[in-house]
């Protein structure tokens, strides 16, 4: 399993510019989703030029994804605002990009749902152990997150013929990292949870305080 790894983003920031890079790509991954969205859309999705277009715009997006954080870290310009827009901003890329693709019968919906279910799952799991820290990200996490981007990437192209049939393929191998390293992810959350230094403390505080709700009869 992946250690428990000190993080910029655990601890809140003191005196760091709101205003900044790291932001301003999250800001921008933020304002692609509409457009994506509608070069996806465009005349039901047959308009191949859009579609090379949306495939540019989605690839833009995920190059600030991999940066942004990256940089925040880096510098020390890690914001509260960064850490709440960045996970929603990769999540409404995501969730925009295969809704659209299932709208047009691209993708089935079971698909889009699972990733999405698991997607924002290991988000509200995040901000359930801030407190305790925060998860280095796995090689699996890695890996799922470069397929599902190609996966989606290849979709969202207009493809025919061989390569049209081997993208399921990788979205197949997408949907299983998804689920693999979600459920990772849910055990290493309940194992900081318990074994935290923050854990522990509050562990010996209770020990310290002993026994607690002993029942005294007073009655005569």
């Known amino acids: 399993m992946s250690a428990v790894a000190p993080d910029p983003a655990a601890t809140p920031p003191s ?7 790291p932001n ?13 969205a509608v070069l996806l859309l465009s005349d ?7 579609r090379v277009w949306a495939t540019v715009f989605f690839a833009l997006a995920i190059i600030t994804d991999r940066y942004d954080g990256l940089i925040a870290r880096r510098t020390g310009q890690v914001t509260e605002f960064g850490k709440l827009a960045d ?17 047009l019968a691209l993708v089935p919906w079971w698909v889009t749902l699972v990733i999405l279910v698991r997607e924002v799952g290991v988000t509200l799991l995040r ?3 801030i407190r305790h820290g ?22 969202i192209l207009p493809l025919s013929g061989l390569l049209a049939s081997a ?31 923050r854990a522990m403390r509050a562990a010996a505080a209770r020990r310290a305080a002993g026994p607690t709700g002993s029942r005294t009869d007073t009655a005569a």
């Open 15 to 21: 005196s760091v510019r709101l205003v900044n890079v």
């Open 24 to 36: 301003a790509l999250t800001v921008l991954r933020l304002a692609v989703v509409p457009v994506l």
């Open 44 to 50: 039901g999705g047959m308009d191949d030029d859009r």
């Open 87 to 103: 996970p929603i901003a990769d999540k409404a890329l995501t969730g925009t990009a295969l809704i659209g693709l299932s709208v």
């Open 127 to 129: 901000f359930w152990v």
């Open 134 to 155: 925060v998860i280095a990200a796995s090689r699996g996490g890695k890996a799922k997150t470069v397929v599902q981007a190609l996966a989606i990437g290849l979709y």
């Open 167 to 197: 993208r399921w393929w990788v979205m197949a191998v997408a949907l299983v990292l998804t689920l693999v390293t979600g459920l990772d992810y849910v055990y290493r959350a309940l194992t900081l949870r318990r074994t935290s230094a």
